[in-house]
């Protein structure tokens, strides 16, 4: 998996999804955040995430989704339960996906930081392949992004306490750092 200069990975299915910015000019990527999202909740492999990360949702295709009205959220990329992986933001831009956050001090994670969404639910197991894929590309970025280290890979919940609980108790982060450990 290579990452271009511009943060892409051609080889992946890209979105052209609008919700991002630049990144501050002192900002250096070190951090990786890993969230979980289902739309609606609990339920897989509907166009709800997509949708929602390439803001067209329909808020009225299902009741929970009155909330999301104007939210305006994305990631850099998507895991689905199958293992496929799709990018939405360049890692090289600030996708919005941290809100009010820090880490190590520094607030404003998605300043410095990347996200990337598990199709699941803090009390729904991952799938191996998701897993697989999150550390074929966990590793890729750490290749790119050497301020990435193991150390510097978070859940959601890590840097935004009290506010977040993802990606919850069911990601088994043992595995997930074998699974990595296997790339190198």
């Known amino acids: 998996m290579n990452i271009d200069s511009s943060g892409v990975i051609s080889?992946?299915?890209q979105r052209a999804c609008n919700h991002f910015d630049e990144r501050p000019a002192h900002s250096?990527?070190?951090l990786l955040v890993?969230?979980?999202i289902s739309l609606p909740a609990g339920q897989f492999n509907t166009p709800y995430v997509d949708d929602l990360f390439m803001g067209n949702i329909d808020c009225n295709a299902h009741p929970s989704f009155t909330d999301?009205?104007?939210l305006r959220v994305s990631a850099h990329c998507f895991i689905k339960r199958c293992g496929e992986i799709i990018q939405y933001v360049p890692f090289e831009k600030r996708a919005w996906h941290a809100g009010r956050s820090s880490f190590a001090g520094q607030q404003n994670c998605n300043d410095f930081s990347i996200g990337i969404e598990l199709?699941?639910?803090?009390t729904t197991h991952y799938t191996d392949a998701q897993y697989q894929s999150l550390a074929t590309l966990a590793h890729a970025i750490m290749q790119r992004y050497p301020k990435i280290t193991a150390?510097?890979?978070v859940g959601h919940c890590?840097?935004?306490p009290g506010r977040k609980t993802d990606p919850g108790a069911s990601f088994n982060w043992q595995a997930f750092f074998k699974f990595i450990e296997q790339l190198s």
Request: no cysteine.
């Open 11 to 13: 080889t992946m299915v």
């Open 158 to 160: 890590d840097i935004a």
């Open 119 to 122: 199709e699941g639910t803090d």
């Open 28 to 30: 250096d990527i070190s």
């Open 151 to 153: 150390s510097n890979i």
């Open 68 to 70: 999301l009205a104007g």
């Open 34 to 36: 890993i969230h979980n």
